[in-house]
Every structure is written in structure tokens, then in C-alpha cells.
């Protein structure tokens, strides 16, 4: 039942314990950072600004894998779960043999409306990498290769151990089961070659996605989805609660631990780890001490705060 008059101030769950709610936090953690996702009312320059955002973050990826990959020049590189594709894009143009995407959806072979400012930023990322070319005076080399595949990364269609180098960034959160999207991963890169999964936890602050993000701070973290349903029908309505609920139900809930102990039963050599914690959600969580004494089992107060999981990984066997 919520408590605190017409503005709910508690509410309190099916065990019987109150937890607090905080007028205005869903709007402030939604508003802590730019998006790079189109939104309707876009102008030019702010295309152009996610376009070169992307851009840079797609050559800050092909850097780190040409770290630990010598050989990238030669590579085939397969992205799972690669969305609007300009990863590949990126990937194929400036380092590799040969490029791969798979996605459930594939904005940029998409016609409708939906789809459209996707295929606008990826037109805007090609030209970008179009002018780089021709300044380098690479026009005369193999154009690059990229091909891009609408599939399941649970049941891909590619042969053993046909790629080099494989990543997948903010997908494993959705990819469902993820035991077996990992047992295909290790089945298509070779023995010796290189996985990079960089994953946005469930638990932290915005791990639950925009829509699981509500007025009673790390709600996703502290209650059942029941009574999360329950509390969104309270305040929004059952119509949001079940949008609310149905986001929430697509996503990985797992904890660090829970991640460690699934990717270390692979036959995968662990290279790095790196759990990124956000300041931003240590800055809140301290403004919200009730918080860590309400979590749901298993979870830690880590997992509050952990914004980023980057991994990479060495397949050991076939
Ligand atoms: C948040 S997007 C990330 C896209 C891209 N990797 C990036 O960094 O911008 C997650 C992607 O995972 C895809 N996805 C979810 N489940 C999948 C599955 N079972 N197989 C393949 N792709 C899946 C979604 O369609 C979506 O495009």
C-alpha cells in the first residue's frame, strides 16, 4: 500500500517492508547523460554530433582490439548483437578482412519510418569514413567487406571456429539464454582467438534500462517484479506498468558474480575483467543510505554501482 497522502512517499512491499520514493529520481538519472539514440526531434547538428560520438567510440573499440589481436589487418571479425551495425562499419574500414553483424533486427536493411534515423547516423558514419579514406589516399586497396546477418546469437549459422575475433557490446545483457549465446561464441571464433564483451549489469543504476527506472531508487534491485508491477499500476497506471515490466522481463537479471561465475565455466581464458564503477551512482547511492539495506537476495551493494563490465577472453578449445 502507498502511504504519504495524494503523493506517494512510501510504498511498501508484499513482505511487509516500506521503501522510500523519491519524487523527480527517474527524471534525474534519465537526465545525468546525453543520448546517442535519434530521437524525433533531432536537428542536423545534433545527427552530426552522434554520428562523430559513434565514430570515436567505434575507433576506441578497434583500438583496444588491435591491442590484443596483432593481426588484425588479416581478421575476420564477427559482432553479435551489432544494431545499427556501425561497429562493422567502422571495424571493416579501418582494420579488417572481413567484418560480420548479426542482430535479431537490422535498422540499416529496414524500410520504415522506425528505422530511418538509424539509417540516417550509419549514412553519416559511412561519408565520415568515406572522406577518411580518400584523404589517406586508400581508394586504390580493397574496398572493405562487411556483411551483416539478421539471426539469433543462441543458434548462429556459422561454421566452427570460422572467425578470429569476435565482440559484442551491450548486448549480452539481452541475448536470451545467455549460456548459449557464450557456448555459440566459443564455437565460431577459433582456438586462440580473441572475445570482447563489454555488458550493462542488471542491477546498477540504470542497468534496468529506461523504462525499469522509477521514482523509489535501484527499484529494479530491491523489488519483486511483482511488486514493482504493483507500485508503476499505483503511480502510472497498469497500462505503463505492464511496458514497464514486459523491458524489465527481456533483460539478463544477473548479478557481477553471477556474470563471473557463468563466463569462467567456458572454456575461455580470462585476459581482463574490468568492473567500471559510475560516480555518479556512488554519489546517489550515498544521497539513499536505505537503499543497501533493502536488496533483493543475492544482491550486493557492488552491483549498485557498477555501470560496465569489459571483458575480454581467450577461447581455449572448440
Ligand atoms: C543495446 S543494443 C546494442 C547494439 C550495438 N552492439 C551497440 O553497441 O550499439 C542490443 C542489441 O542486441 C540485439 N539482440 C538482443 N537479443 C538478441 C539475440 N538473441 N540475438 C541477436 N541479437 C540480439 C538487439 O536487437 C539490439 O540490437
Request: hydrophobic share 45%.
Amino acid at each position: 500500500m502507498p502511504s504519504g497522502g495524494g503523493c506517494m512517499t512510501t510504498f511498501v512491499r508484499t513482505d511487509g517492508r516500506p521503501v522510500r520514493v523519491v519524487p523527480g529520481f527517474r527524471d534525474r538519472v534519465l537526465g545525468s547523460r546525453p543520448s546517442v539514440t535519434p530521437r524525433p526531434d533531432w536537428t542536423a547538428e545534433d545527427y552530426a554530433r552522434a554520428a562523430d560520438k559513434k565514430l570515436a567510440r567505434a575507433r576506441r573499440l578497434v583500438a583496444a582490439v588491435a591491442r590484443r589481436h596483432d593481426r588484425l589487418d588479416g581478421a575476420a571479425v564477427l559482432d553479435v548483437g551489432c544494431g545499427d551495425g556501425i561497429n562493422c562499419l567502422v571495424l571493416a574500414a579501418v582494420a579488417v578482412r572481413r567484418a560480420v553483424g548479426v542482430d535479431l533486427r537490422l535498422p540499416l536493411f529496414e524500410s520504415g519510418e522506425m528505422a530511418a534515423p538509424a539509417r540516417r547516423l550509419a549514412g553519416l558514419v559511412r561519408e565520415r569514413l568515406e572522406r577518411a579514406r580518400r584523404r589517406a589516399h586508400a581508394t586504390a586497396g580493397p574496398p572493405p567487406s562487411v556483411r551483416f546477418v539478421r539471426a539469433d546469437a543462441t543458434r548462429l549459422a556459422f561454421p566452427d571456429a570460422c572467425f578470429d575475433v569476435l565482440v559484442s557490446r551491450s548486448a549480452m545483457e539481452h541475448i536470451a539464454p545467455v549460456e548459449r549465446a557464450l557456448a555459440e561464441m566459443a564455437r565460431v571464433v577459433r582456438p586462440g582467438g580473441v572475445i570482447h564483451l563489454r555488458v550493462d549489469p542488471y542491477f546498477w543504476l540504470r542497468g534496468c534500462h529506461k523504462r525499469g527506472l522509477v521514482d523509489i531508487p535501484w527499484a529494479h534491485a530491491r523489488m519483486t517484479l511483482e511488486d514493482f508491477r504493483r507500485f508503476v499500476t499505483e503511480s502510472e497506471g497498469a497500462a505503463m506498468a505492464a511496458t514497464r515490466c514486459a523491458r524489465l522481463q527481456t533483460l539478463n537479471r544477473l548479478t557481477l558474480g553471477q556474470w563471473r561465475s557463468l563466463i569462467g565455466a567456458g572454456p575461455f581464458e580470462v585476459l581482463e575483467w574490468t568492473e567500471e564503477p559510475s560516480a555518479f551512482a556512488v554519489a546517489l547511492l550515498e544521497e539513499c543510505p536505505d537503499v543497501g539495506d533493502s536488496l533483493a537476495e543475492g544482491v550486493e551493494r557492488r552491483d549498485l554501482i557498477h555501470g560496465r563490465l569489459e571483458i575480454w577472453l581467450r577461447v581455449t578449445k572448440a
